[in-house]
């Protein structure tokens, strides 16, 4: 495990450190008492994957227990471990072994999102929902994100920004029809879902699409040309408060305009509640 993971790791770790039989927070619990982790930011799960981590369950057993919470209606929800709570569903057994903490709601959603880039089982759409869905906690910026995942400030704006793309588009993504580089190409390209069927038809590389997009991008940038320190202030601006943001002076530079971009309805909500604040 490289240096990046094992700084990942200490939280799950802290987590998973007691789980053995004495431990009181131990025990097994029935199968259709455990649901799903609805802050669960991986979606998308393999069947064939499944189907071999099952039959390894019906050889070996589960070996390491899940961890859950309490949940109304003397329910019990996954914070992690779903992937072997659904092969043990699939292998036939009715009791797990599992943990039981006392979580957070917003700790149980970064614990989620750790977990899935430690074992690299994200894609990168689930992986900007997931940041996405942390930044719109008041108490998490880009700075405390950064910390937690172990990943640069750089890469979740970077991640985030593919949210700005056709949602068919990122289903491409998602079915692994484009890359990372491909979408990051297609990011503020007016005509960019008919590029990115272009892209799988013709099968063109990511070299070939940055340069289908590059006279696009130049044009805007001469028509968008910006004060360098503007750009710093928007920047810094953004990674504070985890949203788009865009500064705007009047020809005297004695007045001007902030914007603040959101995605959703939600987000929108949390802005509306920072301000009035």
């Given at each position: ?6 700084k ?6 802290s ?5 053995n ?36 369950i ?62 690299e ?12 869905a ?6 998490t ?60 038809n013709?099968k ?74």
């Open positions: 495990m490289n240096l990046e993971n094992k990942l790791g200490r939280g799950l770790d987590l998973l450190s007691s789980g039989k004495e431990d009181k927070n131990f025990k097994f619990i029935n199968i259709s008492e455990i649901q799903a982790n609805q802050n669960q930011p991986r979606k998308n799960f393999k069947k064939e994957e499944l189907q071999e981590l099952a039959n390894s019906k050889s070996q057993g589960i070996l390491q227990p899940i961890v859950v919470r309490s949940v109304e209606n003397n329910q019990y929800e996954i914070i992690a471990g779903e992937r072997r709570w659904r092969g043990a569903q699939i292998a036939g057994i009715h009791e797990i072994p599992a943990l039981i903490k006392n979580i957070s709601d917003e700790s149980v959603k970064e614990i989620a999102l750790i977990e899935n880039i430690q074992r089982n994200l894609n990168s759409v689930e992986e900007a929902r997931a940041y996405k942390i930044l719109n906690n008041k108490n910026d880009y700075e405390k994100l950064s910390q937690s995942v172990g990943k640069s400030k750089s890469h979740i704006s970077n991640t985030i920004r593919l949210l700005e793309l056709d949602e068919e588009i990122l289903q491409y993504i998602v079915s692994g029809k484009l890359t990372m580089g491909h979408a990051r190409a297609l990011i503020g390209v007016p005509n960019a879902l008919e590029l990115a069927k272009e892209i799988i013709k063109l590389s990511v070299r070939q699409t940055e340069k289908n997009t590059s006279g696009f991008k130049k044009t805007k940038n001469k028509k968008n040309l910006k004060d360098p320190n503007i750009l710093d202030l928007e920047k810094e601006l953004s990674e504070k408060i985890g949203l788009k943001t865009s500064i705007h002076f009047n020809k005297e530079g004695s007045s001007g305009s902030l914007t603040l971009y959101y995605s959703d309805l939600d987000q929108l909500d949390s802005i509306m509640q920072r301000l009035k604040k």
